[in-house]
């Protein structure tokens, strides 16, 4: 049936009309003589980037555990393109299919989601993760897409799929946004529980995807491509509240021994040298950290591993610890070299503080990884120098060369709201609509937030960037030998 938004708050458009089934006003049931099959799509990111996608992975093992079958279609590693890609659709009818990804994957989002309307018209389909997540009101129209689950969404789809089944009312379950008729409908967010559970029947369903591609997929420095690497989650969310993030999430952890049990299946199962321990924030409770650093040694464990540290929690001995262990990596979020402009951001760090870090991670054999970003409200081309000149202080020999990248404005963070209040930003769309989908995604700036007016701020920023890999180069041409792959600036 047909739906028409006019005037809507989010597009802002005058008129936007898609046609897709709606499974609420036509209460049609799915079949229940066999178990409901659904498939489950990872489209392809813009960066080119295949990883394996735990929260994808945890939906499947919830799905299994309720009796649901399942297949998968993963784009992301196999970059088909849309004939290929429709062919196999096509050839996979199913009850519902659902789609998860981040913000790099939004065309791909769409494209998926009209391809499913022409080869099997009336199917629901339902979208997950980050990018919906942060925008499902805006996503829904622009992909023609059924449902969301906002949050986490492993019980969310169950109870979903569930209703969908059933000819029940979605807007009993907490964590859905749908439309009905010209109205969107958000049901109450999902409180996350504190601690995840434990147990294989609670880990990301591996064997349900090509865990040998993904193993062998992307990888990072310092590993290499003779590593086999799998990312793995301690725990999620974050406390902390940056101005910048579009995904926070309460805070819930594992038992530590789950964590453990889930690692070495990997390592029997795929041959695991190596884990990306995917927290938003790793290094949180140091007690924690010591105790992981701990049972690496008791479970005999040859392992190597990176992870994310905090300025403000790092000290000598955890490092020692975490070296001991087989970290070779800590990712810190850097983003400034100013306490002002960190303040402003909510980082809870100083410069001083990153000086002192950056020092205690090269005495102890860690290489170490900092994000820095140019964009925030109210910079200027004094703060850009003065990051720069950071920079260069930092840097080491096995230190990556970094760049800095553009500040995004990403919907549901609190930039985006201030771009909004301020005029700088319409709405959602209107960020879509200034977005290049590219594969080095963050650098860019789509809105200018700085106090820069008789220049182009990516312009000052291109500078600095080759300013900075000149430097490096100067210095030290392993550097650029070493991470060639990431330093690519247009």
Known sequence: MEKTCRGCKICNAQELCFTKSDPLRENKKLLTARKPHIVLIRPRECTGVTEFSLGMGYVARSLLNSGFDITTLCRDLTCDSTSIFREKLKALPADIYAIGGMYGSFLDFIEICNLIRELHPGVPIILGGALPTSEPEHVLLKTGADFVCVGPSDETIIELAQALIDGSDPRDFHGICFADGKEFVNTKARIQPRFLGGGQSTWPAWEVFDGHAYTHGTMYYPFTSNDIAAPILT?????????????????????????????????????VNAFYIEDDLFMLDRKRVISFCEQVHSRNLRIKFTATGRFNIVDKELLIALKEAGCVTLFYGGEAADDETLEQMKKKITVEQMREGVRLTREAGIFARIGFMFG?????AKHLDTTVNFLKEIAYGEFEPRVIYGC????????????????????????????????????????????????????????????????YEEKDTGWMRTIQSDLIVD
Do not use: H
């Open 235 to 271: 725990a999620r969310g974050c406390p902390y509240a940056c101005n910048f993030c579009f995904q926070p999430m309460n805070y819930a952890r594992r038992p530590l021994d789950d964590v453990f049990n889930e690692m070495e299946w990997l390592i029997d199962r795929y041959d």
């Open 376 to 380: 925030q409200p109210g910079e200027t």
């Open 408 to 471: 995004i404005p990403f919907p549901s963070t609190e930039l985006f709201r201030e771009c909004v209040s301020k005029g700088l930003l319409k709405n959602e769309e209107d960020l879509f609509q200034r977005f290049r989908f590219q594969e080095r995604l963050l650098d860019q700036m789509p809105v200018n937030m700085t106090a820069i007016e008789d220049t182009n701020p990516m312009t000052l920023l291109n500078q600095a960037n080759q300013e900075l890999l000149a430097y």
